[in-house]
């Protein structure tokens, strides 16, 4: 069972920045492509960003592009996601999400098989 953690979640005002993370001790991590997703209250999940197992491709949902940025360090088994220019719609619980060993990430969720249980981020205007 691969166990996935995020943090870095909190309050931050328009216009600020946070930066999630999402760590695992699963050896295979560095096997599998991990996502971004966000729920905000009363709205489907969706996608927000994703990157391959290598950490050389990386895609994003429109909203966020050019102000989020996912990156990877293999060597610590965490994920990244660089969030700036934040705005109160981006207020939502954010999961990260890890595909099957080998997999490429897509933008669905039943592209991925292990979850984490989520990080709140709240912006104020």
């Known amino acids: 069972q691969v166990q996935l953690g995020e943090s870095g979640g909190g309050l931050v005002q328009a216009g600020g920045s946070l930066r999630l993370s999402c760590t695992t001790s699963d050896t295979t991590f560095t096997t599998r492509g991990v996502a971004w997703f966000r729920q905000a209250p009363g709205k489907e999940r969706q996608f927000a960003a994703a990157i391959n197992a290598n950490g050389y491709s990386t895609f994003y949902e429109d909203s966020v592009k050019g102000r989020f940025t996912i990156s990877r360090d293999n060597a610590k088994n965490t994920v990244y996601v660089q969030m700036n220019s934040l705005k109160p719609e981006d207020t939502a619980v954010y999961s990260c999400?890890?595909?099957?060993?080998?997999?490429?990430?897509?933008?669905?969720?039943?592209?991925?098989?292990?979850w984490g249980q989520g990080t709140q981020v709240t912006v104020s205007s």
């Open positions: 999400a890890a595909t099957p060993p080998f997999r490429r990430p897509g933008t669905r969720g039943q592209d991925y098989n292990y």
